[in-house]
């Protein structure tokens, strides 16, 4: 498959290191365009890809276009390529917040997927969550779930409105797991576990509940309450976790970044 990317940031690269590791293209086929000539030379050191700093002529030649710099830059970027496409491309959307009408028009183009997709992509465990608009072919929206599966899972979506709900959830949510195992790994060593083991019990722990909820047919909740007694050490726990609102802490968190996604569309418009 022939790839331009737009932008090769931390997004970028996850999926290109995934997309290369699992053969879906070659080091040959793919072009990076990069604002930064640092990070063009670090991508084309690690995988000998083609890197330039012209968006225009990356995207030339290319079967998929990826976007993948941040909201801020979609704009400016729309705005170099417009003109640039040509039919039998498909232009796909990481970009959050950035809705499907909004690229459309900054492309002056209306083949387009928008995905929002997740770091772990990086190592083939992410969740992305996609849909495109009626241009894109049969054949393209079977390159789109190619590019995804080697990234890890997927779900399409009709409704559009869903995606900037999966960029508070998915998007957003690897690091609210990487803050939960931060928070756990500091509170095990203040306690006076040594660091290295404080981080692999953290790790570990995180690790083992995700497979067992995994292979569970019961709830969270349902698990939740299984292995917590009365009176008992996860009480005393979870009781201060209750005390600090924990759960509408949570809420809070997911809201503000989706009411975030949202804003960031209508400045990307
Ligand atoms: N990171 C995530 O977990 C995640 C998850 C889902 C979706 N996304 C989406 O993925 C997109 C990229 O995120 P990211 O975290 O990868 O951001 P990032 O690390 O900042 O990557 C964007 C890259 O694009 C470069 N760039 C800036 N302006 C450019 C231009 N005009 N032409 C070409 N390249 C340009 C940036 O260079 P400079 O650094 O010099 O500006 C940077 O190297 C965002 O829209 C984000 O919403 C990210």
Known sequence: MRLAFIGGGNMGEAMLAAILEKGLSTMDNVTVSDISES?????????????????????????????AVKPQQVAQVMSEINGG????????????????GALCRGLGYDCVARVMPNTP???GEGISVWTATAGVSKEQRAQVAAILDVMGRQVYVADERYLD??????????????????????????????????????LETILGSVRFMQSSDRS???????????????????????????IELISRAVKAAYQRAKELGSSAK
């Open 85 to 100: 496409l040509d039919a039998s491309q498909l232009v796909l959307s990481i970009v959050a917040g950035a809705t499907i």
């Open 165 to 202: 709900m999966a960029t508070a959830v998915s998007g957003s949510g690897p690091a609210y797991v990487f803050l939960f195992a931060e928070a756990l790994t500091s509170a095990a060593v203040d306690i006076g576990l040594p660091g290295d083991m404080a981080r692999a019990l953290a």
């Open 220 to 246: 969270p909740a349902e698990l939740r309450r299984m292995v917590t007694s009365p009176g008992g050490t996860t009480a005393a726990a979870l009781a201060r976790l209750e005390e600090g609102r924990f």
């Open 121 to 123: 992509a990086r190592i």
């Open 39 to 67: 990070r063009r030379q670090d991508l084309k050191r690690k995988y000998g890809i083609t890197v330039t700093g012209d968006n225009r002529r990356a995207v030339s030649g290319s079967e998929v276009v990826v976007l």
